[in-house]
């Protein structure tokens, strides 16, 4: 069983940024696709962006193309989401998740996901 661990949310305001981190508990992360998604209340958990098993393709949402970056670190367990040009629509709690199935293309709905970390929240102020 994998074990997600989120970290780096906080308060910031529009304009700014925040680097998100999940700490995978298994040296098997690295055979999965990973993703993103986040959560208002009230709402579906949506997709944010994902990643494939050697970083070597990825995949955004429109609402957050050009502005967030997805990438992992293997040898450290780990994937990362950067996001720059915070708006106040991107408060949530963000969730990293592993993809274990592995048919090889990326998933965009969290029912296609088989572990999630506990979430973070990210509050941007406008």
């Known amino acids: 069983q994998v074990q997600l661990v989120e970290s780096g949310g906080g308060l910031v305001q529009a304009g700014g940024s925040l680097r998100l981190s999940c700490a995978a508990s298994?040296?098997?992360?690295?055979?999965?696709?990973m993703g993103w998604f986040r959560q208002v209340p009230g709402k579906e958990r949506e997709f944010v962006a994902a990643?494939?098993?050697?970083?070597?393709?990825?995949s955004y949402a429109d609402s957050v193309k050009g502005r967030f970056t997805i990438s992992r670190d293997n040898a450290k367990n780990t994937v990362s989401l950067q996001m720059n040009s915070l708006k106040p629509e991107d408060t949530a709690v963000y969730y990293c998740?592993?993809?274990?199935?592995?048919?090889?293309?990326?998933?965009?709905?969290?029912?296609?996901?088989?572990?999630w970390g506990q979430g973070t929240q990210v509050t941007v102020s406008s």
């Open positions: 990643i494939t098993w050697s970083g070597g393709s990825t």
């Open positions: 298994e040296r098997t992360f690295r055979r999965y696709f």
């Open positions: 998740a592993a993809d274990t199935v592995g048919s090889g293309s990326f998933h965009y709905h969290l029912d296609e996901y088989d572990y």
